[in-house]
């Protein structure tokens, strides 16, 4: 089996020779290929400036020798320094990776060009092994390969100047982030088929991968990092962790990884608010990151300011110099905007606020122009709870009725249950006025036709039985409505 660059001279030679003199005439097979190139990787993410953000993944690590066992620090490590990192800085690739990266993809460009030309010569040669069944359409084919060998060949001689290096440029910066994956607890999964492959197929410019070796209480491992534009390992670290606390070295790694992607030293500032709804800005530029991680290239201040509704806005200033790694808390101050007075019946009722106990009534509470819960409670009786207005000055007065041992809950199911027993008495009660009101007519008009003294009798008794069951239809009535109100009533 070739070689990458044998392979590329092979393809560039077999074209001069093919295509005859003059059509490659300014091609030369040490312009196309350079001594020790790399083969081929999968294709890269850019690594220059662009809309597309730099990725950084961490794959799950292995174990330093094939048989050694199976530990639970090849997914614990990983995941801790994802955990760790939170965000990256810009990716800034030095001036000499740049160059190598440029020159690597234009290799790679060539190779394809010269590639697609050896295509089309294996299938101008194929042409003249066909059968000659009719000779036009034999030379037609031939003709037609003639071409398309001629146009691969025009491609590659103005890929000549087209495809070389530019002047090396200052380097840049690009958004860094990391894999998408850690979000779901999530690693990629080890490169069985080599890193060019695993970083291809997680689309991940750098690709983290490692191994952990065990022995007598302490694990070493060793972390390597493939750089997928490079095609080539960029970074080998090893160091030693205790296997019942892995978290030191996870950080230190994650440090190293956040100044291997600076390509710069740099201070960090990782600032905590409160509340977390709160808006940041930075030198006067809103900071809209998250987490609220700040990198700073150079020695300096920083100032920041921070405000949210309902709350005293604050400002801070914070030095830094490089190699500085800090956290600092802006915490906000709820703004007084009112005043409210609480009391109990009865009085002395433990009161709290959004579930925070803050003292027994009667008692005074500030308003900070938010929405807030606060609830009264007593022994014996049954809590009460309210929303307080978000701004004003006013009393409230909460009465805390006995407990009846039911709750709220309790009184509610109780109420549905006593309603719907009397909603099924009038549905019952219906059926007994209505046979009533029909043995009345009927007797009724029975005495009216014959006048038999006894049918008078029975109609005059129907009519009592007609008035005793419209009654208990009407009592039954009320009863249901009575209880519809107090079930409404402790629903509400």
């Given amino acids: 089996m070739l070689s990458y660059p044998a392979r590329a001279a092979c393809i560039m030679a077999l074209a001069a020779f093919a295509t005859g003199p003059g059509l490659l005439a300014d091609t030369s097979v040490p312009a196309a290929v350079s001594p020790g190139a790399a083969a081929p990787a999968a294709a890269p993410a850019a690594t220059t400036s662009g809309p597309s953000p730099w990725v950084l993944g961490i794959a799950r690590f292995g174990v330093e020798k094939s048989d050694d066992p199976i530990s639970p620090l090849q997914d614990t490590i990983p995941l801790l320094i994802a955990s760790d990192l939170k965000s990256l800085p810009a990716r800034r690739v030095p001036e000499e990776d740049a160059a190598e990266a440029a020159a690597l993809s234009t290799l790679r460009s060539r190779f394809g060009l010269g590639a697609d030309l050896a295509t089309k010569l294996d299938a101008r040669a194929l042409r003249f092994f066909d059968p000659i069944l009719d000779v036009d359409a034999w030379k037609d ?105 892995p978290a030191p070295l996870a950080a230190d790694i994650a440090r190293r990884l956040e100044r291997w992607t600076a390509g710069r030293n740099f201070a960090r500032l990782e600032v905590k608010l409160s509340p977390s709804s709160a808006e940041l ?89 938010s929405r807030r819960v606060v609830m009264a409670q007593a022994e014996g009786r049954e809590p009460q709870t309210t929303i307080l207005p978000d701004s004003g000055q006013g009393a409230l007065r909460l009465d805390l009725l006995p407990s009846d041992g039911l709750g709220p809950k309790g009184r ?12 099924g008495w009038f549905v019952l009660s219906i059926p007994v006025t209505a046979i009533a009101y029909g043995m009345n007519n009927g007797y009724s008009e029975a005495s009216a036709r014959s006048g038999l003294p006894s049918l008078a009798d029975s109609g005059q008794f129907s009519n009592y039985a007609l008035w005793a069951a419209a009654a208990a239809t009407a009592a039954t009535a009320t009863f249901m409505i009575t209880r519809l109100v107090k079930y409404l009533a402790a629903a509400h």
């Fill in 141 to 245: 084919g031939i003709s037609s390969a003639e071409k398309q060998v001629s146009a691969a060949a025009d491609k590659l001689k103005e890929a000549e100047t087209d495809l070389v290096p530019a002047a090396p440029k200052p380097p840049t910066e690009q958004e860094a982030k990391l894999w998408d994956g850690y979000a779901k607890g999530q690693l990629i999964d080890s490169p069985s088929l080599g890193p060019a492959q695993a970083a291809k197929a997680a689309k991940v410019d750098l690709l983290v991968t490692g191994s952990v070796d065990v022995q007598s209480g302490y694990a070493a491992v060793r972390v390597h990092g493939y750089d997928a534009a490079l095609d080539r390992e960029v970074f080998s670290w090893k160091n030693f962790c205790s296997v019942d606390d």
């Fill in 281 to 369: 800005s930075v030198d006067g530029e809103p900071f809209d990151g998250e987490p609220t991680v700040i990198y700073v290239y150079r020695d300096g201040s920083l100032h920041l300011a921070a405000s949210a509704a309902g709350f005293s806005p604050r400002a801070m200033k914070v030095d830094l110099a490089l190699g500085d790694d800090r956290s600092v808390d802006l915490r906000l101050e709820p703004l007084a905007t009112g005043n409210l007075d609480v009391t109990t019946d009865p009085s002395g009722a433990a009161i709290s606020l959004d579930s925070v106990p803050i003292g027994r009534s009667p008692i005074s509470i500030a308003l900070d122009g």
């Fill in 412 to 423: 509610i199911l109780a109420a549905k249950d006593s309603f719907y027993s009397s909603f």
